[in-house]
Nanobody, 127 residues
């Protein structure tokens, strides 16, 4: 299993922004499909966004489209999730994940496509 480390979570007011980072030290993220997922208390894990190997294609859940942006920084071996116009319903633990055996496709927001997961970072949107 590949080791992923998320950072950047925190407490933010509604309408605010956060940028989450997903980093790896022992492998090159650009070679993998990378996804961001979130899980709120009492709810199932939800696919938020994903980015293809090389970064040419991205996908977003309807609930975040237009507010969140996923990107890669190859030099820093990091994948980012820029979250703007945050809402209380965005409150959750956010996880990044890597898929070693899957290519970008219509099912790339499903957790089953990924085999390596980070430990998660808490995002709380509240006034």
């Amino acid at each position: 299993q590949l080791q992923l480390v998320e950072s950047g979570g925190g407490l933010v007011q509604p309408g605010g922004s956060l940028r989450l980072s997903c980093a790896a030290s022992e492998f090159t993220l650009d070679y993998y499909l990378i996804g961001w997922f979130r899980q709120a208390p009492g709810k199932e894990r939800e696919g938020v966004s994903c980015i293809s190997r090389g970064g040419g294609s991205t996908m977003y859940a309807a609930s975040v489209k237009g507010r969140f942006t996923i990107s890669r920084d190859k030099a820093k071996n990091t994948v980012y999730l820029q979250m703007n116009s945050l809402k209380p319903e965005d409150t959750a633990i956010y996880y990044c994940a890597a898929a070693s055996g899957s290519y970008y496709n219509t099912k790339s927001l499903q957790a089953g496509a990924y085999d390596s997961w980070g430990q998660g970072t808490q995002v709380t949107v509240s006034s």
